[in-house]
């Protein structure tokens, strides 16, 4: 089995905010984690009168990039909240 090297955890959580900051513009995004586990939370006024799956969805859409292959930097999201202002 081939040794796989994950990019630094301040990497991974850096391009989770840009990509989630890209998709929600002018959300408040605080992230967490590391070893590819990771909490997210996010508030934003593009979830107002949205149910709670539509809102977790918007925020997968953003990073499902980063959850793709077999070299993903993110395995999971252990915990998502999603938020109005």
């Known amino acids: 089995m081939a040794l796989q090297i994950s990019p630094p955890v301040g990497e991974t959580i850096e391009e989770l905010r840009q990509a989630i900051q890209s998709a929600l513009p002018e959300s408040e995004v605080r992230i967490s984690g590391g070893g590819g586990h990771f ?4 508030v934003s006024s593009a979830f107002e009168g949205k149910n ?5 969805r918007m925020v997968y859409a953003a990073i499902a ?3 793709q292959g077999d070299r993903a930097p993110v395995h999971a999201v252990d915990r998502l909240e999603t938020l109005v202002p």
């Open 39 to 42: 909490e997210i939370r996010v």
């Open 52 to 56: 709670s799956l539509a809102k977790q």
């Open 65 to 67: 990039h980063l959850m």
